[in-house]
């Protein structure tokens, strides 16, 4: 995992709202928007614009059934980032690879 995926990683997991969105995804099998909405009480346009964000850094997919879209975590995407930021602690650079 290179530097970059690992910032985007990151930013995407540093915002609150992010976060607690993901960790919804993550404890369910998959859920689509309206669920998302009603879970943190926020507009459907900021879910989206999250649920953006969190799929372009590789911890959700996203995959349309009808009218709904349903997410899902990638957790082989947080098994790679936690090794790359281990890799940065005990001093190495993170590898080169995608």
Excluded: W
């Excluded at 960790?23 to 009603?38: F, P, R």
């Excluded at 349903?70 to 281990?86: D, F, G, K, M, N």
């Amino acid at each position: 995992m290179n530097r970059s995926v690992i910032e985007k990683i990151s930013k995407a997991l540093a915002d609150e709202t992010r976060l607690r969105i993901f960790e919804g995804i993550s404890a369910s099998k998959h859920m689509n928007c309206g669920e998302i909405v009603s879970m943190r009480g926020v507009t459907p346009a900021t879910v989206s614009h999250h649920l953006k964000i969190l799929s372009e850094a590789g911890l959700i997919a996203c995959r349309r059934e009808g009218q709904f879209v349903y997410s899902q975590a990638v957790p082989e995407t947080i098994v790679a980032y936690a090794r790359a930021l281990a890799k940065i602690a005990r001093g190495k650079k993170a590898a080169r690879r995608r």
